[in-house]
């Protein structure tokens, strides 16, 4: 069982992360808590001046009503929205907290996920706790 557990949110429309909650409510101890993490892919300088002031602040706040529409009456849970390379960010952000587990939605790879790599993969190679992966 875990105490600290972070399940990375990516609002794709492939990714059901409706598994990745019910095993981390599964595999938590008494009192875990459960961290629901969306990352906002940084947006170059050079497109932010041709990007209204209020877009990003409203994408933060859409994101974060998103999750915490998902979060419903789980105990322990709450909600961040941070800034970063995803998949690094992700680990991160989980080194920086204590996170013992980190439990991940992934979609069926592509060619392009072997060539690049997922943010699922990045999450399994660099993370310095126990990594569950759900497809």
């Given at each position: 069982?875990y105490?600290?557990i ?8 492939e ?7 019910e095993?981390a409510?599964?595999i ?17 300088i050079y ?8 877009i990003l ?5 859409t994101?974060?009503?998103k999750l915490?529409?998902?979060v419903?009456d789980?105990e322990?849970?709450r ?16 080194d920086?907290t204590g996170?013992?587990?980190?439990v991940i939605a992934?979609?069926t790879?592509v ?7 997922s943010?699922?993969?990045w999450?399994?190679?660099h993370a310095h706790c126990a990594?569950h992966?759900?497809r």
């Open positions: 069982m105490s600290n972070l399940i990375p949110i990516a609002f794709d429309a990714k059901d992360v409706s598994g990745a909650i095993i409510k599964r938590a101890a008494e009192g875990a808590s459960i961290t629901f993490l969306h990352v906002m892919e940084q947006v170059p497109v932010t001046e041709y990007i209204p002031d209020n602040s409203e994408t933060r706040e994101a974060r009503a915490n529409e998902l419903g789980i322990n849970a909600v961040v929205v941070i800034d970063g390379p995803t998949g690094r960010s992700i680990t991160n952000w989980a920086e996170v013992d587990c980190i992934s979609h790879p060619m392009s996920d072997i060539l690049l790599g943010t699922a993969a999450v399994v190679r990594v992966v759900i």
